[in-house]
């Protein structure tokens, strides 16, 4: 079966630039939707279509997508910032597909 | 403001079923896709399958194949989830939720607060 693949565990000092990548073969045809899940909240989408931020979510929070790899970068990270991210995408039969999540820690 | 409210918390035991309501209010009801989307304590989002409220279609991940069934009442605007066969593992909170696009597998928007499944004897 399809997987997106991402680092466990991520971590960063205030003001600084996290990255968080996701793999997965599929992905240079598939778009890839980023979610922030903090403790006992529902995901929040903060990026679709690789690139896109939806409306209200920060301008530091931006998409890339490269080859077989998307990545989520947080610039200027903040101490809110502080939660579990997931990849998702889809495979070529419309199987819904998340990654494992990273979690970002904010030292 | 558009949104997704899910039912009640319930305890089940080996081997019934559970069925969670998902209801939409603030846009049309038919024009999206739902999804369900399931989190196991501390581990992370796995996606169940989608159901389109409209035409009443369903897909379903090859690991619930057989055992849920999706479907939706569109005159009071609800969606439903229904897990036979429970299993402690099935012990989980579920979330509905709406896609941003016109496909189920475009990244999803809305999400409905989540239901917690605890499966015990």
């Known amino acids: 079966s399809y997987e997106l693949t991402q680092p466990p565990s991520v971590s960063v000092s205030p003001g600084q630039t996290a990255r968080i990548t996701c793999s997965g073969d599929?992905?240079?045809?598939?778009?890839a939707y980023w979610y922030q899940q903090k403790p006992g909240q529902a995901p929040v989408l903060v990026i679709y279509?690789?690139?896109e931020r939806p409306s209200g979510i920060p301008e530091r929070f931006s998409g890339s997508s490269s080859g077989t790899t998307v990545t989520l970068t947080i610039s200027g990270v903040q101490a809110e910032d502080e939660a579990d991210y997931y990849c998702?995408?889809?495979?070529?039969?419309?199987?819904?597909?998340f990654g494992g999540g990273t979690k970002l820690t904010v030292l | 403001q558009v949104q997704l409210v899910q039912s009640g918390a319930e305890v089940k035991k080996p081997g019934a079923s559970v069925k969670v309501s998902c209801k939409a209010s603030?846009?049309?009801?038919?024009?999206?896709?739902i999804n369900w989307v399931r989190q196991a304590t501390g581990q992370g989002l796995e996606w169940m399958g989608w159901m389109n409220p409209n035409s009443g279609n369903t897909g379903y991940a090859q690991k619930f194949q057989g055992r849920v069934t999706m479907t939706r009442n569109t005159s009071i605007s609800t969606a439903y989830m229904e897990l036979s066969s429970l299993r402690s593992e099935d012990t989980a909170v579920y979330y509905c939720?709406?896609?941003?696009?016109?496909?189920?597998?475009?990244?999803?928007?809305?999400w409905g607060q989540g239901t917690t499944v605890t499966v015990s004897s």
């Open positions: 939720a709406r896609p941003g696009g016109i496909a189920y597998y475009y990244g999803m928007d809305v």
């Open positions: 998702q995408s889809a495979d070529s039969s419309g199987t819904v597909v």
């Open positions: 599929a992905l240079p045809k598939q778009y």
């Open positions: 603030g846009y049309t009801f038919t024009s999206y896709d």
């Open positions: 279509k690789d690139s």
